[in-house]
């Protein structure tokens, strides 16, 4: 089990190209809230957030969930994503997403990521992701 703090310290020691980018809001039994600091590298032409920041939003969100229940295994890797794009985010607000696993096996984990713009009630995306577990030598 890693809790917040082991979370955050290793999403900045192992993908520091990144990390920045966000925010560790909550983790618990139920699942785990993960901010996008939206920038203006993460919009498409309109000024909206590019489908591309999305994914990205709710793989990492998937990633720590994982994390958070079988420890620092890096190599744990996205081996199905499905994305849904639904509403349009609201312009110059950060990105919220909410990962819950659906099923965490040895092998493999299931589950899915409702995003949202901050402030918001209605999601923007759903993501639907399958993570495969490397062996535990």
């Known amino acids: 089990m890693m809790d917040e703090a082991a979370l955050s ?74 994305v849904d794009f639904l509403r349009k985010p609201e312009a110059g607000r950060d990105l919220l997403a909410e990962a819950r696993l659906l099923k965490l096996g040895r092998r493999l984990a299931v589950g899915d990521v409702m995003v949202f713009s901050e402030g918001g009630t209605e999601p923007v995306a759903r993501a639907s992701l399958t993570y495969s577990i490397p062996p535990r030598t």
């Open 9 to 82: 310290a290793f999403l900045l020691r192992d993908f520091a190209q990144v990390a920045q980018d966000f925010r560790l809001e909550r983790s618990d039994a139920a699942g785990l809230s993960l901010r996008l600091r939206v920038g203006d590298q993460h919009l498409r032409p309109g000024g909206t957030v590019s489908g591309p920041s999305i994914f990205a939003l709710a793989d990492v969100a998937m990633y720590l969930a994982i994390l958070a229940r079988i420890g620092p295994v890096a190599l744990a890797v996205t081996t199905n994503c499905s």
